[in-house]
Each structure stands twice: as C-alpha cells, then as structure tokens.
C-alpha cells in the first residue's frame, strides 16, 4: 500500500515568493497533519484535521502560513510570502482517529527560502 | 505545555552493544510511540504503547510505558550498522485531543 505521499520533495525560493506543499494521506485515514522540523525546536506541530475540517490551527506561526484539506486525498501548506526562517523540513502525516495516535509520516518536504 | 525532555541526546556504540534510551514527560501520557528517522526521510513508527507498565517488542527493538505514565524506555539489542538514525519519542494525553508531543530525539551511530 502506498504510504503518504509528499511533493515537492524539495524547494528553493527566494524570499517573498508563494510555496505551495502538497500531501496526499493514507487511504482510509481521516486525521491529516502538517509538522515543521528544524534543527533547534524538533518536529513542531502546525496543523490537523480530521474528517477534511481543520481542529486545531494554534502551531501555524503567523498569517502567512495557511492549510487547506478540500477532499479526504488531498491537503495543501501555502506560506505567502515566504521567509529565510521558514527553511525546514516539513512533514505531512495522518492516521485513523481511533488509532490512539500512530501516525504514518511522509517523506518531507525540505524548503530552503534564500 | 507538555514538554518530553529525551535522553539521550546522541550514542556512539559499537556493532553488537545494546542500547537504551528513554524520554520523560512533564504530565501523564495516555500514549507513547517510538519512531525512527533515517537521513532525507520521514519518521517511521516503530512501536507503540497505551498502557502503563506495557512492555512491547518489534523484533531487536523493546519499549516500556512507565508505571507513572510519565516516562517510557526504548531498547535496541545487538545493534547493526543500519540501526543509525535518529530516534523520537512522542506522547499523547488521549481523550480528544489527539496532539502528540515528541522528543528533540536521540542520534544513533554505530561503528562497525
């Protein structure tokens, strides 16, 4: 089966530009969510939803960052515009709800905003 | 907030040790997982536990959830050199708040 699936695997913008990452969860799960990794603060979670409605928004660091999950088979992270700081890894995870929390990870997105 | 404060932060062992790492928690967690992530991936879970004093094996790999709810071990026996990575911790509280709270993590190296 296939697992979730992330894209870009990597981006490099420039500063001010609009980025766009893209995930595609598990079949069947209905919990989707985003997770920043950085070197100094971990794996920070941003965003998550469940059943294609976004329940908890609080990690998203500031305006410029936004997610929307239209279907069950699709969600998008957009930073607009973006930032030198926002240069992480970002991972799109889900899960059964009822699965006490096993989340399947993504491979990444690794974004680089020169 | 919750904090998981993991331990520790990096080993360097020789193939054949075994290893121990653990995590501890700031309030009582209903769930730990134990994930692993190799360089350029996503975390993969590698095990999971939901109750108190539970003790779960995958293969080399063993995990306890502590008696007090607030800590949990992960063991990896006779390491191998593709046992290097990362390794996090993450809990949650349960209930509906399915947020799960993870380790800063623990590099693994392992000399052949």
């Known amino acids: 089966d296939a697992g979730v699936i992330q894209s870009p695997r990597h981006e490099v913008t420039e500063m001010g530009q609009e980025v766009t990452l893209r995930c595609k969860p598990i079949s069947g799960h209905n919990s989707l969510f985003w997770y920043r990794q950085t070197m100094m603060r971990g794996l920070e979670l941003l965003i998550y939803f469940n059943n294609n409605v976004p329940i908890d928004d609080s990690g998203m660091p500031e305006d410029r960052f936004s997610a929307k999950m239209p279907n069950a088979s699709f969600s998008t992270l957009k930073i607009q515009p973006s930032e030198p700081r926002d240069s992480a890894v970002y991972f799109c995870?889900?899960?059964?709800?009822?699965?006490?929390?096993?989340?399947?990870f993504g491979p990444g997105t690794r974004l680089t905003v020169l | 907030g919750q904090q998981l404060n993991q331990s520790p932060q990096s080993m360097f062992i020789q193939e054949g040790e075994d290893v121990s790492m653990n995590c501890t928690s700031s309030?009582?967690?209903?769930?730990w997982l134990w994930y692993k992530q190799d360089p350029g991936e996503g975390p993969v879970l590698l095990i999971a536990l939901y109750k108190a004093g539970e003790l779960t094996s995958n293969g080399r790999l063993t995990a306890q959830f502590g008696i007090t709810r607030k800590d949990s071990f992960l063991n990896i026996s006779a390491s191998i050199p593709s046992d290097v990575g990362i390794y996090f911790c993450g809990g949650n509280s349960g209930g509906s708040n399915y947020k799960l709270t993870f380790g800063k993590g623990t590099l693994l190296t392992v000399n052949p």
């Open positions: 309030s009582i967690f209903n769930t």
């Open positions: 995870a889900s899960s059964l709800s009822g699965s006490y929390n096993e989340q399947f």
